[in-house]
């Protein structure tokens, strides 16, 4: 079975301060993650992925997430927020066996100017 | 590339009625999936195709729920009858066939069952 936490149902930060999203998952093999946002009443958009290599892993729009084996975490990071961040982000977790991808609740990022 | 095309993207109907979704995939894309978006359970996955053949239909919720992908550019989901717990945002997603690939999402279909 496979499952993904994102701990924090909401996220507040000021403009030009970092960002972090957690998110912790649960696999039985080797896992798959991904990263999306979703701004109102759109659907989800892809930020990035790990899959294997380096752990650190970047993507769109500044975004970067790195991946923890030991902790079992994947937390997205942006060095400085911006207002137009704010959005609805979700953490995915694939097992690589597995063609089904288990998303995670979503955390609401408020980054206020 | 367009991305993926839902339509429509509003749905007011009444309970009882026949709801049609429908669903145009990226192009060049084997793997189709549609989803179901609520406040109180989140994001569901209902059904999965792979080169127009359902895979996995265990999410559906019920026999009221049926979906059809007659070939590789077009996917629809039907409900019949409606009731107002259907109402949710319906989002169709593709991606590449493989488990290292992405899913990229439709604009969704917000449906609402009076």
Not at chain 1, 10 to 26: D, H, I
Not at chain 2, 14 to 40: A, D
Not at chain 2, 61 to 77: G, H, I, V, W, Y
Not at chain 2, 78 to 91: G, L, M, T
Request: net charge neutral; charged share 20%.
């Amino acid at each position: 079975a496979q499952s993904v936490a994102q701990p924090e149902d909401q996220v507040n930060v000021a403009e030009g301060n970092p960002l972090t999203v957690k998110c912790t998952y649960s696999v039985s093999g080797n896992p798959y993650l991904f990263w999306y946002v979703q701004y109102p009443n759109r659907g989800l958009q892809f930020l990035l992925k790990y899959i294997t290599g380096d752990n650190l892993v970047k993507g769109s729009y500044g975004f970067e997430a790195e991946f923890n084996k030991s902790q079992t975490s994947f937390h997205l990071k942006k060095p400085s927020a911006l207002v137009s961040d704010s959005a609805l982000y979700f953490c995915a977790v694939r097992d690589s066996g597995d063609y089904k991808l288990s998303f995670g609740a979503g955390t609401t990022v408020t980054v206020r100017a | 590339d367009a991305g993926v095309i839902q339509s429509p993207r509003h749905e007011v109907t009444e309970m009882g009625q026949e709801v049609t979704l429908r669903c145009k995939p990226i192009s060049g894309h084997n793997s189709l999936f549609w989803y179901r978006q609520t406040m109180m359970r989140g994001l569901e996955l209902l059904i999965y195709f792979n080169n127009n053949v359902p895979i996995d239909d265990s999410g559906m919720p019920e026999d009221r729920f049926s979906a059809k992908m007659p070939n590789a550019s077009f996917s629809t989901l039907k409900i019949q009858p409606s009731e107002p717990r259907d109402s949710a945002v319906y989002f169709c997603a593709s991606s590449s066939s493989g488990m290292i690939y992405e899913q990229y999402f439709g604009p969704g279909t917000r449906l609402t069952v009076t």
